[in-house]
């Protein structure tokens, strides 16, 4: 808040400390600091912050700091306790800090350190663990022991506001300069006094520990420096906390005993995103980009506002004109003028907005929400600000890989064939590896070779503590991901955890953790009988073979024990597969797609000169493997013991393999839905081999439509189910249909309509045009005429041509 410029004695003027009360991240608040201070001229600032931060105060004028920033403090040994500071360009405790280190006036914070804040979070889960969510005075929610107040709310409603934000912007935002300096703090504070005099902490509890520790570092600041040389820079909240009569005694009794850490702090960058409330933040504000703009704008606010909102538009390809500004801008002073506003505030460039430049529509408004009212501007600090050797290895990286963080989600396409781009994956895979995840992996636009990555990069600063936990395992991201990844095998719950984990350091180029992880998955395999575990885990371990031709691996070793693991699931599968209900039966049918892929991959290796071992992968060993795999098939399908949806999948991807016949699959078709089958098995068996999965999904429903004689055994067998047992199979019969697209759903359905071959009559007489048994030649030379002036064709001679053969002529 801009708040008050009250001195602890006497009148505003001359003696006493200066208590500037302020709103967090509020640019009024900021302007009002930055006059007050030149018009005091202090000799000391107080700033409300953890005193741990002192050391890092010349920093601020650092030319490589662009705020948005923020101090971050950590447990030494724990970093994932942590706390944030936020502070952008305009919040007036950065104002403040400013102000002093380019006069060269010291700078001290006053509120409680962080090693006692840090402690309580971990000591009192109820309580937020971000101190600065307690400066905030805008802030609602509840507490166990009481009801916290919003205290900007309580003076909207006051003075006749349903809107906090827009009483706010008129009373302080809008608030023109010049005049007496201290004149707003003063207001404010005495506002405070009342609101605090009947509401007492508010709900704020922990406040009066805070406010118990700034009014003793208050008091030594004053004997040192003197009390009408100090000015101190707080929540508008704390100053009458901090005018109170307080004695030494009780202060330090309120401050005994409070549990402590060890903690660490530095600058981290910010985001204008992550200052907003939407994004958890508790002081947060609505529309930090727009308080930047007003912060950062010498004139004409409302004005430079719409030029930039025209820019953003015609960037999105909108048509924009320098009219549409102009209108843009009179609708906003005339909605203020209506409402009886001061100034055109948010709300009012929003519909003027929303109505001049977007056409009514508020899908564009969103972008203009997103990418202006918030913003993505992302922070700096210096390279010599404190940073765990880690964070300082991943910045040498990220300057020699020329791919910066920034706060705004982008998409990266990397070329594995080029140097940079194998480099920068690897970096990513390595991060994503030791739990930061600036990046993720996309689907690709282009191609889906291996050489080929696509990546969606968005720096958070949350990040930074991730980086400073992955600490522990190293000083540079290759030590700490090799460490990580030696933890990870030997604390992995299963086999498929093992086998995912070695594509990773595949990925991340892992050489010295890659043998840990290969002893492991061989200690795990041996000893792992169930066939559920080794199908999961063979398709990540045959995903990892391909990684060797792009990247260089050598992927022998995991050649080897991809062959083992295959074989061992070939000889427990058809076990494996008896005595299922319908849940296991389905997940097992998921593990033989799985392991028909694996196999495909497998099958494709083919072995160097000195790899001609059967255990090799592309040796005899691999040549072979597709064909071992296709007899296991061919067992399940034919064993009645197995579960339907595995035997129908075994007999449609024996189809799709080319190693059964058509007549073979009818066959088996038929005696899956013979009248002596159970129908739910039927049903199974219909949803196994034309179902979705590895090689069903509309592929299995095209199969059908091309297929009569199929699709006419399972119309009969259909119409055959008595009327209890279509009740039980429908809902297996859904799920299978409902898979297909619409196109092929509406196929089939006109095609029993018709009438299948061996399905008795049609359902229906006539049919829909298009699914005749004839041609029907009218409808087709109804298309001559486009496809003449498509291909360019004389006019005059189309109806020549149209009678004599129609699109037969066309053809020739």
Known sequence: MTGVGVKTRG????????????????????????????????????????????????????????????????????????????????????????????????????????????????????????????????????REDAVRIDPIAVLAETAGYDDPERWW???????????????????????????????????????????????????????????????????????????RDVTVAADRALLKGLPKVKAEMTWVPWTHRRLSRASGYGAGIASPGWYGHLFAAVDRPVERWMTKVAGLLRDEDRLVSSAHVIEAVRLADTLAAMRGRPLAGLSETTDAVRAVMCEGSDVPLALVHDKLVVGDVLGEVPESAPAVPLQRDLTRAQRKLRLKPEALEREVELDL?????????????????????????????????????????????????????????????????????????????GLADVTALAERCLLAELPDALPVVMRVLADRAALDADVGHLAQALPALVRSLRYGDVRGTDTGALGEVALGLAERVFVGLPGACVGLDADAALEMRGHVDAVHRAVGLLGEFRAGPAEESPAAPGGDGARGIRARWFSVLRVLARREAVAGVVRGRCVRLLLDGGELADEEVARLMGLALSRGSEPAEGAAWIEGFVG????????????????????????????????????????????TFSAYEPGVRRTLGELVRRGTPGAGPALGGGGVPGFADEID??????????????????????????????????AG
């Not at 010291?106 to 979070?121: C, E, N, T």
């Not at 300096?181 to 007492?200: C, H, N, Q, T």
């Not at 059908?704 to 429908?730: C, K, M, N, P, Q």
């Open 417 to 493: 064939r080029k140097e940079t781009d194998a480099a920068r994956s690897t970096l990513l895979h390595r991060l994503r590896l030791l739990g930061v995840d600036w990046g993720r992996p996309a689907r690709s636009r282009g191609s889906t070779g291996t050489f080929r990555e696509t990546w969606r990069l968005r720096w958070e600063p949350e990040l930074s503590v991730r980086v400073a936990e992955a600490g522990v395992w190293g000083t540079t991201v290759i030590g700490a991901a090799t460490g990580k990844a030696s933890a990870d095998a030997a604390g992995a719950a």
């Open 11 to 142: 009148a505003t003027g001359a003696g006493g400390t200066l208590l500037l009360g302020v709103r967090h991240h509020g640019p009024g608040s900021a302007r009002a600091v930055q006059a007050a201070l030149d018009e005091a001229r202090p000799d000391v600032v107080l700033v409300e912050g953890p005193p741990e931060a002192d050391p890092l105060v010349p920093l601020a004028a650092d030319e490589g700091m662009r705020p948005p920033v923020a101090l971050l403090a950590h447990v030494a040994d724990e970093p994932g306790r942590s706390a944030f500071w936020p502070l952008a360009e305009f919040s007036p405790e950065w104002v403040a800090i400013r102000w002093a280190v380019e006069r060269e006036v010291p700078v001290r914070f006053i509120d409680l350190p962080a090693a006692h804040s840090l402690a309580r979070a971990k000591g009192a889960p109820d309580e937020p663990d971000k101190p600065d969510e307690h400066d905030e005075l805008n802030e609602g929610g509840a």
């Open 692 to 735: 979705g999965g590895s090689g069903g999904g509309s592929g299995g429903g095209m199969l059908l439509v091309h297929d009569a004689r199929l699709l006419g055994l399972i119309d009969d067998w259909l119409s055959g189910v008595s009327d209890e047992a279509f009740i039980d199979v429908l809902p297996l019969l859904r799920r």
């Open 777 to 810: 030649a009218a409808r087709a030379n109804a298309v001559v005429p486009t496809v003449r002036l498509l291909l360019g064709m004389a006019e005059a001679d189309a109806d020549t041509d149209a009678g004599n053969g129609g699109l037969v002529g066309v």
């Open 169 to 243: 912007e008129d009373v302080v935002e809008h608030r023109g300069a010049g005049g007496d300096a201290f004149a707003p703090f003063e207001a404010v504070s005495d506002a405070m006094e009342a609101l605090r005099e009947v509401y007492g902490d508010g709900g704020h509890s922990r406040d009066l520990v805070r406010e118990a520790h700034m009014r003793l570092q208050l008091r030594a600041v004053q004997k040192e420096f003197g009390p009408d040389r100090v000015a101190v820079v707080c929540g508008a909240w704390h100053v009458p906390a901090l005018r």
